[in-house]
């Protein structure tokens, strides 16, 4: 099962609400990433948990908040957002292998769906 | 910025025709990778090349790297109407998990 899934697919949000988006794999990968990405513009990487440890943060304005229950599970957390926040947000998972490169799957990104958030 | 450049920005072809992209990138790398994106979905991972590979090939598509030119080409052979859409690529460097994303080339195949 190579399969990222996010929900939900479309968000639309005032700028009051609290929301979340939510990112799910079972492939056993320890990273796991946030992207956002504009029309016509390549994904900015947001946020990276390795071992459901926070490892980058992008200065990334505090209004989103990452989450890491468990090593299948990543979550965004929305608060007070701008309408300029109104974009494709995309995670993605991988299996780190820059320590030792024993599995020719290692570091490649498998990518969900996305989830297409517009904030009013 | 740190991104990877990607040229051509567009480029359109007929059915059957080849198709080049090319990525170039500013700081020494781990691997590149090559993602494509149908509009407004999420991206598929296409392949993997390592800094100590110069070539890999899968099925119809052949990567190149050129380390001393921090450079990577994707070529897609015989192409379809089906592999309309933008292609990306994305480096790392080693010991980090941050993937830099070049700007991305609009395929567009015609029937």
């Known amino acids: 099962d190579t399969e990222v899934t996010q929900t939900p697919k479309h968000l639309v949000m005032g700028m009051t609400n609290k929301k979340s988006l939510k990112c799910e794999q079972h492939m056993g990968h320890r990273a796991m990433y946030w992207y956002k990405q504009k029309a016509k513009k390549p994904p900015e990487l947001m946020f990276v948990y390795s071992y459901e440890k926070l490892s980058i943060n992008e200065s990334v304005p505090s209004r989103f908040s990452p989450e890491c229950p468990n090593s299948s599970l990543l979550n965004l957390h929305l608060h007070a957002l701008q309408p300029e926040d109104s974009a494709l947000y995309l995670c993605a998972s991988s299996q780190p292998g820059f320590i030792a490169v024993t599995n020719r799957d290692t570091d490649t990104q498998y990518f969900g769906p996305g989830t297409r958030l517009t904030v009013l | 910025s740190q991104q990877g450049e990607e040229d051509p920005q567009a480029l359109s072809i007929q059915e059957g025709e080849n198709a080049t992209m090319n990525c170039s990138y500013k700081?020494?790398?781990?691997?590149l990778q090559w993602y494509r994106q149908n509009s407004g979905r999420g991206l598929v991972h296409l392949i993997l090349i390592r800094s100590n590979e110069r070539e890999k090939h899968s099925g119809r598509l052949r990567v190149t790297l050129d380390t001393s030119k921090k450079s990577s080409s994707l070529l897609i052979t015989a192409s379809r109407a089906a592999d309309t859409a933008s292609y990306f690529c994305a480096t790392s460097t080693s010991g980090t998990y941050k993937y830099i994303f070049g700007t991305g080339t609009r395929l567009k195949v015609l029937a």
């Open positions: 700081t020494s790398i781990n691997n």
